[in-house]
């Protein structure tokens, strides 16, 4: 049994069925990060494998005053699943996935993944939204948006989340859905952990096309207007089933840079060529086209989540995509891999009709516009100062054809890192939820008024 600092074995660590560990114990004590710059050492770290083991180690944390940290798919790279000299719940133990077939919901518990939710639910030829790399948690992602190749189908994950089992900062285990506590399903659907630890979420099933037509097309620095041109034209046609990326990349055997296209559509190969030809034409140097299983989608960005050592992430929004803007945001990017030699950057051009249609006050989640999304990834620098520095710069450059609303914009919010750890006041945090803010606050004041769970975008508590 762990002790405490006092060297007393707290009484309710002697209910704890899984396993809590201190750095003295080798084997069980895990602080590894996607981002080794978000590594912090707590004092604790506890496993639990039930909603009773949660409730205890919130319990043990308040009880021993540890600031307190939740752990999913640890892949914030500000640091938010970590603790430094405090109590992290590491989820890794909790990742079942189970099936309701009458209800058509999935039932996804903390600690699972995309990868673990994708293979069970595909068992039954089943789906809900999961990101684009398969290590990311699915409650982190989902409570805090989410977005990936399935958006224009069925939504944002936080659309799409029907019940969930929360533990509370008082220790309470509560259940919450639309008739029951309705108001705390309203707040965890963006609002991700500031009213609790999710053990489970309820997730609204779908039923997806079994194969999908996949395209990876390389192209040269120098065709960067065309494939800007061809994409901007292409936004004007774009279908729901089609959703497409395109990243800044160096190239893993000759250290070049491309231009990657790649994209998931949920149409045959026949019809993916009809869609996508017009990038085919363009004369990439290297060019996958094929089919591929559904549940070989989640695969597919998993090499952003190898990406070495310390990490920098951050998001932007843009409405305009212009050859200018695009052009000037690849030279700061040449600029970062001299720094940075692993460094990506991502534009996303998902269809987001459904989720514009979706009312800002529906949810917590407040991002409900048609801009689209880019994802800054800083990686393996040593000068974080400098570092930071050109994230900024490319951030606003990826942003600086596009109207105000979109410049002011922090992007998407799970992107948005350094933001959500930034707590200092409650500045990144209101333009996160703009409007929904207050309502939110009142929620914090509700379920954690002492705001014993502060670490990504923290919610400041209403005034009594």
């Given at each position: 049994?762990?002790?405490?600092p ?5 009484l ?15 084997d ?21 494998i039930?909603?009773?083991d ?8 308040r ?6 940290a939740i752990?999913?798919g640890?892949?914030n790279?500000?640091?938010c ?8 719940i590491d989820m890794?133990?909790?990742t079942?996935?189970?099936v309701?077939?009458e ?6 518990q903390?600690?699972a993944?995309?990868?673990?939710t ?19 948690g699915?409650?982190g992602f ?6 990936g190749?399935?958006t ?5 994950g936080?659309d ?5 089992t ?9 259940q ?36 999908q037509?996949?395209l990876?097309c ?22 729901p ?9 160096l190239?893993?055997h ?13 149409l045959?190969?026949?019809?993916g060529e009809?869609?996508?030809?017009r990038?085919?034409?363009l004369g990439p ?14 695969s ?7 990406l ?15 050859c200018?803007?695009?052009?000037k ?14 460094s990506?950057v ?24 048609t801009?689209k ?5 800083l ?6 100062t ?10 606003i450059?990826?942003s600086?054809?596009?109207t ?12 948005s890192?350094g ?8 500045v ?6 703009g ?5 939110l ?8 008024p ?13 005034d009594?």
């Open positions: 049994m762990a002790q405490t006092h060297g007393k074995g707290s309710l660590l002697e209910h704890f069925k899984g396993v809590v560990a201190t750095p003295s114990d080798a069980t004590y895990k602080i590894e990060r996607w981002a080794t710059n978000a590594v912090e050492q707590a004092a604790y770290v506890a496993y639990p039930d909603v009773e949660i409730s205890i180690a919130i319990l043990f944390a009880e021993e005053g540890l600031p307190l752990s999913g640890r892949h790279a500000a640091g699943s970590s603790s430094k000299g405090g109590l992290v890794r133990n909790m079942a996935v189970r309701d077939i209800r058509n919901i999935g039932y996804i903390g600690g993944t995309g990868h673990h994708v293979a069970e639910l595909f068992k039954y030829g089943l789906a809900t939204p999961v990101g684009i790399c398969g290590s990311v699915i409650v989902a409570t805090g948006g989410g977005v190749y399935s224009g189908q069925y939504g944002l936080c799409n989340i029907v019940s969930a929360v533990v509370l900062a008082n220790g309470e285990i509560v919450t859905d639309e008739s029951l506590n309705s108001d705390l399903l309203w707040g965890i659907k963006g609002g991700g952990s500031n009213f609790g630890v999710i053990a489970e979420l309820g997730m609204r099933l779908h039923t997806p096309r079994e194969d037509c996949y990876e390389f192209y040269l620095p120098k065709q960067l207007p065309a494939l800007v041109a061809e994409l901007a034209a292409w936004f004007g046609v774009q279908t089933q089609e959703s497409l990326t395109l990243a800044f990349v190239g893993p000759d250290g070049n840079p491309y231009l990657i296209l790649s994209g998931v559509a949920s045959s190969l026949e019809e009809r869609h996508w030809g990038f085919l034409k140097v290297m060019t996958k086209f094929e089919k591929i299983a559904y549940d070989a989608v989640i597919l960005g998993d090499f952003g989540c190898q070495p050592g310390a990490k920098i992430s951050a998001g932007a929004s843009f409405n305009s995509f212009t200018d803007a695009v052009q945001s690849f030279d700061i990017w040449l600029r970062v891999t001299l720094i940075a030699p692993t990506i991502v534009y996303e051009f998902w269809d987001y009709t459904l989720v514009s249609n979706i009312p800002v006050g529906a949810m917590a989640c407040a991002q409900r516009t801009d999304i880019a994802l800054i990834v990686s393996g620098m040593v000068d974080m400098e570092a930071t520095k050109l994230c900024d710069e490319l951030r450059s990826i600086s054809s596009s105000d609303s979109a410049k002011e914009s922090i992007g998407y919010i799970n992107y890192h933001l959500s750890a930034d707590n200092a006041t409650d990144h945090v209101r333009r996160a939820f409007t929904n803010y207050p309502r606050q009142a929620l914090k004041r509700k379920y954690d002492d705001m014993v769970f502060n670490k990504w975008f923290c919610i400041t508590p209403a009594a």
